[in-house]
């Protein structure tokens, strides 16, 4: 079974600034690999899907990156309502879905 | 435009069974797998079990195995997730979900259903 971990689990940033996410897997998932991003009290909102293609509507500031077992999600520039956690995802075999821990992006 | 609609809230008793519906609409009821996700308080997202509603395998997590149950009534484009035995431990906010453009990631997501397991 296929873990996934992400780094940092908090990140203490300022609007403007910029968000670098780690996301991990315990053998290669070639490309399969999503970003979420959730608020208090919301369902998960789809970000990145396949590594680096942006979902529907999701702003040119978050971008997608890597293959295999390292994968990194990345907010050029943080704006106030990106303030929320991230979780990596992969789907493995039929339809079978892991989560990672998540990563908080809290204010500094 | 894809929408998935949960039922509401629950409060349960320790022992007892809780069956959350998610009725789906905007695209063809049977292609795509829905798939059922929770989240307890303050934790992270974990993966229940999917099902084909058109042509009905379904797979369920390990950890669920034997008191899961994902049914999908096609008459009236819902999904049906029932767990029973509840503990303490399950209450959380169950979501349903479905895979959109890309079939390796849940792009369409309900509003959650709070369960609550309480003596």
């Given amino acids: 079974e296929i873990v996934l971990t992400q780094s940092p689990a908090t990140l203490s940033l300022s609007p403007g600034e910029r968000a670098t996410l780690s ?4 053998e290669s998932v070639s490309s399969y690999l999503a970003w979420y991003q959730q608020k208090p009290g919301q369902a998960p909102r789809l970000l990145i899907y396949d590594a680096s293609n942006r979902a529907t509507g999701v702003p040119a500031r978050f971008s997608g990156s ?9 907010i050029s520039s943080l704006e106030p309502e ?16 892991t989560f990672g821990p998540g990563t908080k992006v809290d204010l500094k | 435009q894809v ?11 320790p022992g007892s069974s809780v069956k959350v519906s998610c009725k789906t609409s905007g695209s063809p009821f049977s292609s795509y797998v829905l798939t059922w996700v929770r989240q307890a308080p303050g934790q992270g997202l974990e993966w229940m079990g999917g099902t084909v509603p058109m042509f009905g395998p379904t797979n369920y997590a390990q950890k669920f195995q034997g008191r899961i149950s994902i ?3 096609k008459s009236t484009n819902t999904v049906y997730m029932e767990l029973s035995s509840l503990r303490s431990e399950d209450t959380a906010f ?3 979900a479905r ?8 792009e369409f997501w309900g509003q959650g259903t709070l369960v609550t397991v309480s003596s």
């Fill in chain 1, 82 to 97: 990106d303030f929320a956690v991230y979780f990596c995802q992969h789907r493995s075999n039929w339809p079978q879905f």
């Fill in chain 1, 23 to 26: 996301c991990r897997a315990s």
């Fill in chain 1, 66 to 74: 890597g293959s295999g077992t390292d994968f990194t999600l990345t």
């Fill in chain 2, 99 to 106: 895979e959109g453009t890309s079939s390796s990631s849940l």
């Fill in chain 2, 71 to 73: 049914t999908a009534d």
């Fill in chain 2, 94 to 96: 169950y979501f349903c």
């Fill in chain 2, 3 to 13: 929408q998935l609609v949960q039922s509401g809230a629950e409060v349960k008793k």
